[in-house]
């Protein structure tokens, strides 16, 4: 088992202002051995998370080893606007 830090779940408005995704479904994924981080193809899918009513999803545990590089991503359904963090497991 491995801990991740908490983050904001945010896209750009348009504007380039971000802004928070109350209630968005995080999907994360084991990219430690993947060439492409940008996309996470070919990454493993662990399960989703889901951001709280103020767009955050609070850190926690994942089932992989320590040291793992893990892609946090979602997507805003109103619009398809997308965003992602990337991090390693401590």
Avoid at 17 to 44: H, Q
Wanted: glycine share 16%.
């Amino acid at each position: 088992m491995s801990n991740f830090g908490g983050f904001d779940v945010k896209v750009d408005n348009g504007t380039g202002m971000p802004i928070l995704i109350p209630g968005a479904t995080v999907m994360v994924r084991d990219i430690t051995d993947v060439v492409d981080e940008t996309t996470g193809a070919g990454g493993t899918a662990l399960s989703d998370l889901t951001a709280d009513s103020n767009g955050h999803v609070v850190g926690g545990t994942l089932p992989i080893a320590v040291g793992r590089k893990v892609r946090f991503g979602w997507v805003r359904s109103v619009d398809l606007r997308m965003g992602s963090a990337v991090t390693t497991t401590t």
